[in-house]
């Protein structure tokens, strides 16, 4: 890999992924149908938008190596959010203003697509400050004259200000942005008519004790007429990380919301920085499939992290639900099991593939394992559902809804398993690494039909 000190350009990053890029994608762990770097690093996704006909998927990346560096913004793109190709990276830190460029958001604005972002730089009194950068042919991006457009926190926040998200709001562009007051995580509010010049406005909410001290990747949406606003906080319960659904009331002239409730989005512990992603027809949410401080094992085949699936967010009796869209369908090639009882599922197996059972009862257990034993344990039990983690403690999440069966949908993906559990009430998603690179599956219980299919590759060949 070329020396990491010289100064950051993005032709120099794209030049770094086309010389490493088909080598990674050769190595054993590399992921099939996630969005995953053709090199290096990869944490939060960035930018979600629809823009010229295309899903647009940005993620904070450093391509010189596989672990955290100066940010960059890698790029993906897809027409139908199952198939995908990687594009050119976006951004690159190359302006005295910034050491990285931090997570943000991405907007079409009249068929621009327009990128705000955080610049990053420890160097400066305020090290955290926003920016915009915009693109005509949706690949190539240029940074605006006017940044920082946002050049400090509002007066009593702290200096942690980052991971804006831009929305419309009637006739104006709203942004939210992660920050603190003293030790109570917070999200700032403000408003513009161009993205360029931005007014604060308010503090939409704040934790009050209860929400952690620090506010990363807030994300806002209303689904199914309910506000929520996603966000990542530190040292919520003692956690250091966790990423919850907040639900609440938002008042767009007064600026505020107010919070009722909470649900943790993911179970599992690789799982952060959500972000949503508005289609014009639905709401749609991609996490960060990984978390801070692991264990990376395919570190040492030249990329670490990767993104969750897409998936459809509804509310249904007070409760979120996150499923799988219909598109990722086209990913299904050979169905692998197809029965009407549990016994159908068992033997099925590989690096690769969905399995869906429909259970009569909410009673029965599904269990992944690779050649050494087990890998995730999922036990349905009357209101609840367990997840049994190799190496992690048990946990367990409530199921609420009225149901007379419930399903279990498992998409595996060579070393990462996400399951959602009765609709996408519960979800766990982690990062497994199998010995001998094959996952199986076992399902105890009474089923109704238990299906699996082998799921195909979602890239394009050749990286740019
Ligand atoms: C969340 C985060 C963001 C920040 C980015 C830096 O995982 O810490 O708050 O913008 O990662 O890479």
Redesign the pocket.
């Known amino acids: 890999m070329s020396n990491p000190e010289t100064k950051y350009t993005v032709e120099r990053a794209n030049a770094e992924v086309r010389a490493h890029a088909p080598a990674v994608r050769r190595t054993p762990y590399a992921l099939k149908y996630h969005i995953a770097p053709p090199c290096g690093w990869m944490?939060?996704p960035?930018g979600l938008c629809r823009s010229g006909g295309r899903y647009h998927v940005f993620y904070?990346h450093y391509p010189y190596e596989a672990k955290?560096g100066p940010?960059h913004w890698g790029h993906a793109s897809s027409a139908d959010l199952a198939h995908w190709r990687h594009e050119p990276v976006a951004l690159a830190p190359d302006q005295p203003y910034e050491e990285?460029c931090?997570?943000?958001s991405g907007i079409d604005d009249g068929g621009v697509l327009t990128l705000i972002?955080?610049a990053?730089d420890e160097r400066k009194p305020f090290k955290?400050t926003q920016c915009v950068a915009r693109s005509r042919d949706g690949v190539t991006f240029v940074k605006s004259p006017n940044n920082p457009v946002i050049p400090a926190p509002p007066a009593g926040c702290s200096a942690?200000f980052?991971?804006p998200k831009v929305w419309r709001q009637g006739d104006r562009w709203m942004l939210v942005v992660?920050t603190a007051r003293g030790d109570d995580g917070c999200a700032a509010l403000f408003e513009s008519d161009d993205l360029e010049h931005w007014r604060y406005k308010s503090i939409l909410c704040a934790s009050n004790g209860a929400y952690g001290t620090?506010w990363?990747?807030p994300s806002y949406c209303r689904v199914d007429g309910q506000d929520l606003l996603l966000v990542?906080p530190i040292g919520m319960e003692g956690k250091e990380?966790k990423n919850i659904a907040m639900f609440g009331a938002f008042d767009p002239e007064a600026g505020t919301m107010r919070i009722d409730r909470w649900q943790d989005l993911d179970y599992g512990g690789d799982f952060?920085?959500a972000q949503v992603l508005d289609d014009g027809a639905r709401t749609l949410l991609f996490a960060?499939m990984d978390m801070?401080n692991r264990d990376y094992p395919s570190a040492a085949d030249g990329w670490a992290g990767a993104l969750t699936l897409p998936r459809e967010l509804a509310v249904r009796g007070g409760k979120l639900l996150q499923r799988p869209p219909r598109e990722l369908e086209a990913l299904r090639e050979a169905v692998l099991a197809d029965g009407g009882d549990a016994a159908a599922l068992n033997g099925v197996g590989g690096d690769a593939y969905e399995l869906c059972a429909e259970m009569k009862a909410c009673a029965g257990e599904l269990e992944l394992s690779d050649e050494s034993g087990g890998l995730l344990r999922v036990t349905l039990e009357g209101n609840r559902v367990i997840f049994a983690q190799v190496g992690c403690a048990p946990v367990e999440a409530p199921l609420t809804l009225p149901f007379d069966g419930a399903e279990i949908r498992a998409f595996i993906d060579r070393c990462s398993i996400e399951c959602f559990v009765n609709g996408g009430e519960a979800v766990y998603t982690c990062r497994v690494y199998p010995r001998g690179g094959r996952i199986s599956c076992a399902l105890r219980g009474e089923a109704r039909r238990a299906r699996a299919w082998a799921l195909g590759d979602a890239f394009e060949a050749a990286p740019c």
């Open positions: 944490n939060d960035n904070q955290w940010m990285g931090f997570s943000g972002y955080t990053h955290e942690d980052r991971d992660g620090i990363e990747c990542s990380h952060y920085a960060w801070w």
